[in-house]
């Protein structure tokens, strides 16, 4: 699952910096269904991690804050 | 004018495999065929039928004990509750085309809920039904196969989201793109057209120019799709995704050509008045069963028609006016009036495979009384169409006219003649009295007080009994 996941974003990071030039047009596609199919994962992968951030960022945050806390109060009792 | 088959299936419904509608004396049905059985006892069975009924999301249908169309393959046959005026989104305003993309984002959440996925998105697949937005497409439900993307998402984008995106950002006429590309705007035709600034939002710069350029990235390279897996949260992150997008789209109705038409009339306000009364009476005299009013502006006349229960379609060609008018009519909670974009120089032609796809106006007619309110020196001048011509057109299109007849010296005339020279040489009320006369048998007219225009009321000769 992770490599899968890992593939999708390196082949669309592709398309993703492509796109930030100024688009030309290709006026017939063999196959838009692919295209769609991949753009969708990638953009259904990035809001995913996204709703992952969001719901486990006030965990993240407190781990870091103990740990800075925690390093803090072990430099003042080393002091 | 070209009849509707009263039999047969229809020209618009034939590339679904899971069924098509048909006509039968008059009634339209839908064959439901043993492809599509399992997923339409899901529909039916899972409890997504109802919820979608109960919140007006879909149209609703009864299953009917008639022969099928095609009996070879065929499951069910059911009768939906049929739609008085089928209309298209190249008519449809900005917010009426907002509307129906967010509640196609609706129906494929709450489908969801209940294991099933909207296998197209096709902006066809909704229709206005008493004042708002439903899904017409009984068989457009799969069940929905766990891990995949959503299959109908570069519909989506192309019906919806890119016309969308284009009527907001870059000009509002846009939306005629649709009449063009039946199957939704190309994206990289609207990722061309878009502001460059589009590519710093990120759902615009996602699902619009990445799309665009994955679509062109992939065309010639084979993947392996059954590798990848969609979770459910990023299944769920991608509708809600395009949903925020199209919430975002936004646009004002400016004062445009026809907008502000009535703080700039040359009526008294006795005379408005009057007229509204002839009209009103004349509606009272003929008791219509349906009414057209072409270049209905923002509905002031049209709600005359329509505030008397009278199913009622607004037809303009300003975009301005029509989203005002269809504004209003939300406001209002309105269910018998439809404000819609049409060039009457010009009506939406039937379009799609064989020309059949898609209804062109007068197949979507006769109405039973058109209402032609200070639109016939715009035809005759702006157009320069023969009397003649407009009497044909009109008397193809409805029974009853309530039409009102301008004269060369009332001042909006004068205007339309102020940059042109004036060849209208038979443009008297004589010389349109005799062209109508042709077609139609004049039943009354009144001169409206503190004016110099008259309002006609007409029936077509060979509608007579």
């Known amino acids: ?79 | 004018m070209k009849k509707k088959p009263s039999n047969g299936s229809i020209p618009g419904s034939f590339r679904d495999p899971s069924g098509f509608l048909f006509s039968r004396d008059g009634t339209l049905f839908r064959q439901v065929n043993t492809v599509y059985k399992d997923d339409y006892e899901h529909l039916m069975q899972s409890g997504l039928y109802q919820a979608l009924i109960e919140r007006d999301l879909m149209v609703p249908h009864t299953e009917a004990d008639v022969p099928p169309e095609r009996g070879e393959g065929a499951y069910k046959v059911i009768q939906p509750e049929r739609i008085p005026f089928i209309s298209y989104p190249y008519e449809w305003c900005f917010t009426q085309l907002k509307q129906a993309a967010l509640t196609t984002l609706e129906i494929q959440k709450t489908a969801f809920d209940f294991g099933m996925s909207l296998k197209d998105a096709s902006t066809y697949n909704i229709q206005f039904f008493k004042g708002k937005p439903v899904f017409i497409d009984t068989l457009s439900f799969e069940m929905y196969p766990e891990g995949e993307p959503w299959v109908a998402y570069r519909q989506f984008c192309q019906h919806f989201l890119a016309p969308l995106a284009l009527m907001a950002y870059t000009d509002i006429r846009l939306n005629q793109l649709l009449r063009v590309y039946i199957d939704g705007v190309p994206l990289d035709m609207a990722s061309t057209l878009l502001p460059f600034w589009t590519r710093l939002n990120f759902s615009l710069l996602s699902h619009l120019h990445l799309h665009s350029k994955s679509q062109s990235y992939f065309s010639d390279k084979s993947v392996g799709k059954r590798r990848y897996k969609m979770r459910r949260v990023s299944f769920l992150g991608v509708i809600s995704s395009l949903e925020s997008a199209v919430r975002k789209l936004k646009w004002k109705a400016k004062g445009t050509e026809w907008a502000d038409y009535y703080d700039d009339t040359n009526y008294t306000r006795g005379g408005f008045q009057h007229k509204q009364e002839i009209v009103s009476g004349f509606l009272e005299r003929v008791q219509p069963a349906n009414v057209w009013d072409l270049g209905g502006n923002v509905g002031v006349f049209s709600r005359i028609a329509s505030d008397k229960q009278i199913p009622t379609i607004s037809f303009d060609v300003d975009p301005s006016a029509v989203e005002k008018n269809y504004l209003e009519c939300v406001k209002r909670g309105e269910t018998h009036l439809l404000p819609l974009l049409l060039d009457l120089a010009n009506p939406s032609p039937g379009v799609g495979w064989s020309n059949n796809e898609r209804m062109a106006l007068i197949e979507r007619g006769p109405a039973d009384a058109v209402l032609a309110l200070a639109l016939l020196h715009h035809l005759a001048i702006s157009n320069n169409l023969p009397f003649g011509m407009i009497a044909e057109f009109l008397s193809g299109i409805c029974r009853f006219l309530i039409i009102e007849y301008v004269p060369k010296t009332d001042s909006q005339v004068k205007r339309l003649l102020v940059v042109r020279e004036d060849i209208f040489t038979d443009y008297t009320q004589e010389a349109f009295e005799a062209e109508f006369r042709k077609r139609f048998t004049i039943r009354e007219s009144v001169p409206i007080k503190d004016s110099e225009r008259t309002l006609y009321l007409m029936e077509r000769a060979e509608a007579e009994s």
């Open chain 1, 1 to 79: 699952m992770v490599r899968s996941v890992i593939r999708v974003v390196a082949v669309s990071f592709l398309v993703f910096t492509g796109c930030l030039v100024v688009s030309t047009p290709s006026y017939a596609y063999l196959d838009p269904g692919t295209g769609s199919y991949m753009l969708q994962l990638l953009i259904g992968v990035l809001i995913g991690a996204a709703f992952a951030i969001k719901f486990y960022w006030k965990k993240i945050w407190s781990f870091l804050t103990n740990r800075r806390s925690k390093r803090q109060k072990n430099e003042e009792e080393a002091e």
